[in-house]
Structure formats: structure tokens, C-alpha cells
């Protein structure tokens, strides 16, 4: 189906149906309904989620990046951005230059329960429970716990969702 077909019926353009399609324009009721209408689709068929069979968030673990990570967000969230709930195990100080990684975009954080240390250049810097940090992701960064586990909640850009989530 083109933007084309549905636009007339629905009475929105298809430059404005695309731009509410990919995220670029927040979407009205007035909208949601005219566009339901000229799908042929209840409003309940349009903004449900496609399977609610399985709700349950497994953890994926990386043993040897001392990392456990539970995507929150599945196919892209909202505007292509990543939320993904981490468990860094890394010690502080056991940091080589291989451990670095550089990428296009922007990273940010808050720690929920430790101690991060965010290795963020020449510069080693200590995030506590309740703080966060956001940063750009072309400064060479790595993560590591302080004196014990630590769990972070990270929002990530496309970038930053394939290079830290699927090494």
C-alpha cells in the first residue's frame, strides 16, 4: 500500500501521513481516527501491540564483557531510540585500550544501584546510584563497575544500540 491510497480517504496528505509514519510528526485522535477509517481498521487494530503472547523481558548475557543486559524496547522504540536496562560485573581498573569503543551519536545513563565508572577519554569519571551522564559517543568510552555490581538504565541511539548491544 502507497501513502497515496489512504491519504484522500483519511483526508491528510501523504507528505504528513509519511512524516507520521516514521515518527517525524506526533499524530492527533482527529488523525488516528481518519486514518483508521481509511484503513478500514478499528482504532484497538491500529495501536495494539502485534503480539502480547509473550511479555516477559528474558536477560541476555555477555560473560565475557561482564554485562547482562534486558532490552526494554523491541524493534526500535520511539523515534529509533534503544532502552535497555544493563548489569555491568567489570571491576574498575581492568580496562585495556581494546575495551574502548567509538561510534556516531550519543549515549546516556543513570545509574540505578552502584557505582559506574565511565572511562570517557583520558578521563575516568565516578556516576553514583542516582546520577547520570550523556555523552558523545565519538570520544573513545567504556564502562565498569566499582566495588561490586552495578545497574544502569541506558537510552541509545540506532548507533549506539548496534554497537553496544550486538558485538
Known amino acids: ?20 509514519e516514521t515518527g517525524h510528526r506526533r ?6 481516527t481518519a486514518i483508521s477509517g481509511a484503513l478500514g481498521k478499528s482504532l484497538d487494530e491500529l495501536v495494539e501491540s502485534p503480539d502480547d503472547s ?3 523481558i528474558r536477560p541476555d548475557r555477555d560473560d565475557t564483557r561482564g554485562l547482562t543486559t534486558w532490552l526494554l524496547t523491541k ?7 534503544t532502552v535497555a536496562k544493563m548489569r555491568i560485573t567489570d571491576p574498575a581498573g581492568s580496562v585495556t ?5 567509538v561510534h556516531p551519536g550519543r549515549d ?3 545509574v540505578l544501584s552502584g557505582t ?8 575516568v569519571i565516578r556516576i553514583e546510584a542516582g546520577q547520570a551522564a550523556s555523552f558523545s559517543t565519538m570520544t573513545p568510552h567504556t564502562l565498569r563497575s ?22
Open 75 to 81: 524493534d526500535n522504540g520511539p523515534r529509533g531510540l
Open 97 to 101: 585500550p581494546d575495551d574502548f569503543g
Open 116 to 123: 559506574v565508572i565511565l572511562y570517557l577519554g583520558e578521563r
Open 1 to 20: 500500500m502507497t501513502l497515496k491510497g489512504p491519504s484522500p480517504r483519511a483526508g491528510i496528505s501523504p507528505s504528513q501521513l509519511s512524516r507520521i
Open 146 to 167: 566499582d566495588r561490586g555490581p552495578a545497574e544502569i538504565l541506558c537510552i541509545l541511539d540506532h548507533n549506539g544500540e548496534r554497537s553496544h548491544l550486538h558485538i
Open 54 to 56: 509473550d511479555v516477559v
Open 27 to 32: 499524530i492527533s485522535l482527529d488523525q488516528l
Open 108 to 110: 546516556w545513563f543513570t
